[in-house]
């Protein structure tokens, strides 16, 4: 029973986690060092699972955030996850990021919506108006040759919907950061990897327009 009040406990607070913005590999890594001292990349593969080429870009994400330390241990490299209550201060700068943010995404997806192609503007629009065609472009979102893909969208429940949690945890393992940003109320959900930015109205809805500079300026926003 003890086991199983523990492994309810570790899951509630991968998903806390998960909440507040950290991927389900960083969470992961983050909870298997959390109550250590420090903890190698060999320890933390052999408590998770995770691949090492996926944990060091975990790490860095997480150092990034100021979630994580480096450190010597014994000769060896080792990693120190800082206390729960750094979380507080990323939290706060995540907040006020997105505040910043907001008015360009908003300001962007109209402009995107009423887009037409243009000969002179090197920029290609295609169509798609069924579920599998739609998740067809997520999995080449997923497969992003920058190992990048940005993803807002109004609801978490939006890649469970599509059934693209799992596909979306697997490029993760890929080393594709998967970059989900929920902002609440906008009128759809808006993809971006590579040279593509990709305009989802619902499930069997989307437009994908082909335009590195397009893409390229929402990649940065995030």
């Known amino acids: 029973m003890k086991a199983s009040n523990t492994n309810d406990a570790s899951s509630d607070l991968q998903k806390l986690l998960e909440e507040v913005g950290l991927t389900d590999t960083e969470a992961s890594i983050y909870l298997a060092g959390q109550t250590l001292d420090s903890i190698t990349v060999q320890e933390i593969g052999t ?4 691949k090492r080429p996926t944990i060091y870009h975990a790490l860095h994400t997480l150092n ?6 480096e450190r010597d241990r014994d000769g ?3 990693f120190r996850m800082e206390v729960p209550g750094r979380l507080l201060g990323w939290i706060e700068q995540q907040k ?12 962007l997806i109209s402009q995107l919506a009423t887009r037409t192609p243009a000969a002179s503007s090197g920029i290609e629009v295609m169509q798609y108006a069924d579920v599998k065609s739609v998740q067809a472009v997520f999995d080449l979102a997923f497969y992003a040759r920058s190992k990048k893909c940005v993803v807002i969208i109004s ?12 596909k979306s945890r697997d490029a993760e393992h890929r080393g594709v950061l998967v970059q989900v940003n929920v902002r609440k109320g906008i009128g759809a959900a808006l993809l971006a990897y590579d040279d593509s930015i990709v305009i989802v109205t619902n499930p069997s809805g989307a437009t994908v327009i082909t335009s590195s500079a397009l893409a390229s300026i929402l990649s940065n926003l995030f």
């Open 47 to 50: 408590a998770t699972g995770v």
């Open 64 to 69: 990034e955030k100021g979630l994580v330390a």
């Open 76 to 78: 060896k490299s080792a």
């Open 96 to 107: 006020n990021a997105l505040m910043e943010k907001e008015d360009a995404v908003q300001s």
């Open 155 to 166: 609801s978490k429940d939006f890649l469970n919907d599509l059934g693209l949690d799992e």
